[in-house]
């Protein structure tokens, strides 16, 4: 008989399928640290605000929490005591007043703080919407994007204080390192001197060939055209009033050559191409209103409509050196009642050989309850004996009874014999016999 031995199965193991990210880059000295952030709400703003969040976060990827939970209960300092533990560099504030929506870039632990105000805003929807050939980005967001700065040629402080705050939102960027097909979004703030208004844009980097149609482009792309229309191929190329100016021919500006292959099958490394912009949203316009020193706190280093004089600054210097002792002096005083706590506390666990303050009361209500139980146990004995000595007396009572029942009953017989006797005795007188003789034989 053949018998086929059966081998168990190899055990099927986990493989990763996602790219190892070299924590040698990213976690080397050399290399600077990551910037990351948290965006969130604070109070009620409205769902419109609630979905500008959430674009905000689009913007910020990949280094920010894009599913950041807050409740209503959450403050400033619970997003504080948190953000050391991951790492969180920069908090972008949204909250909304009556006079409108407010947004704040503050740098965490210490500051400092930029407050805007949103004067117009668009989604990410709203700007689609607005497309004639809308397009979907999902792999743009794996890296993050590259930041431009326009006209912030200013030698106010403000100026450059925003600036730093805004090339600290992003890494930098080291040329000699990067790759091109890293370069996948743009982040631009334009400033206006005249207004003193800042315009956010967000957009996609693209890359085309030159001088060639968007129709051909298809057909070179291996895209396969809808030509049910169409009679023949060269109207669909030749098609007149479907192509815009800027779509038939770019110009000498925007002409690179790659430096590195790009995304797409025909974009080699050393080919012509034209540089294309995809707005992807938000829109934001801000203006900016005043800039803290500390973490949405602290001295007022700049306000647009507030201006005061040297002496009323001198005034609230004063006052803010006044609250910052007092509250130093709090905080050494309630330092030092802990010490004298934790004192108090180990003389006692020595003088009661070790046990603690919970641990003798524990004791010291277990003999008080001993001490219950016992009084309790002589009262139950009490109780018996006395109970004892009541059965006895009833005992007694008991007996005495029966005996009083025995004279009765004997009683009842010798009265009853004695009329026995009278009825012989006047049976005889009435027969003049001699008594002795009745009842014989």
């Known amino acids: 008989m053949d018998i086929s031995v059966i081998s168990p199965g190899r055990e099927k193991k986990k493989r990763r399928t996602h790219v190892k990210v070299d924590e040698t880059v990213t976690n080397s000295p050399d290399s600077p640290k990551l910037p990351k952030s948290f965006v969130f709400k604070s109070g009620h703003v ?122 600290s939102m992003f890494p930098s960027i080291n040329v000699n390192k990067i790759q091109l097909a890293d370069a996948r979004r743009v982040v631009l703030f334009n400033y206006n001197p005249d207004t003193k208004i800042i315009d956010f844009r967000h957009y996609s980097i693209g890359v085309k060939p030159i001088g060639i149609s968007k129709s051909v482009r298809k057909v070179i792309n291996s895209n396969v055209p809808d030509l049910h229309e169409y009679r023949d191929i060269s109207e669909f190329v030749l098609r007149e009033g479907h192509i815009s100016e800027s779509e038939a021919e770019s110009g000498v500006e925007a002409t690179v050559t790659l430096a590195q292959d790009f995304v797409g099958k025909i974009n080699k490394k050393s080919d012509q191409r034209a540089i294309k912009l995809t707005e992807i949203g938000p829109r934001m316009e801000l203006q900016l209103v005043k800039i803290q020193s500390g973490l949405c706190d602290g001295e007022i280093l700049f306000h647009e409509f507030i201006k005061k004089t040297p002496a009323e600054i001198k005034s609230i210097e004063r006052e803010r050196q006044k609250k910052k002792q007092e509250t130093a002096l709090r905080r050494k005083e309630q330092e030092k009642n802990v010490e004298r706590k934790k004192a108090e506390k180990e003389a006692h666990r020595l003088a009661t050989s070790g046990r603690t303050i919970s641990e003798s009361k524990d004791e010291e209500e277990d003999d008080d309850e001993d001490e219950s139980d016992e009084e309790d146990d002589d009262d139950n004995e009490v109780d018996e004996k006395e109970d004892n000595d009541d059965d006895d007396d009833d005992d007694d009572d008991e007996g005495d009874e029966d005996d009083e029942d025995d004279e009765d009953d004997e009683d009842e017989v010798d009265e009853k014999y004695e009329e026995e006797d009278e009825q012989q005795q006047s049976s005889a007188d009435e027969m003049d016999v001699d008594p002795k003789y009745i009842g014989s034989p």
């Open 46 to 167: 409205g769902k419109s605000v609630e979905a500008l969040v959430r674009d905000m976060r689009r913007v910020m990827e990949p280094h920010t929490a894009t599913k950041l939970k807050e409740r209503k209960s959450n403050r400033l300092k619970d997003f504080v005591a948190i953000a050391g533990q991951f790492g969180v560099t920069q908090f972008l504030i949204f909250t909304r007043t009556d006079n409108g929506t407010n947004f704040r870039l503050t740098r965490t632990p210490r500051g400092p703080t930029l407050c805007f105000r949103v004067l117009k805003y668009s989604l990410i929807r709203d700007v689609l919407a607005s497309q004639i050939d809308p397009k979907s980005f999902i792999s743009e967001f794996h890296t993050p994007p590259l930041l431009v700065l326009n006209n912030f040629d200013g030698d106010e402080n403000h100026l450059k204080l925003m600036i730093t705050m805004f090339q």
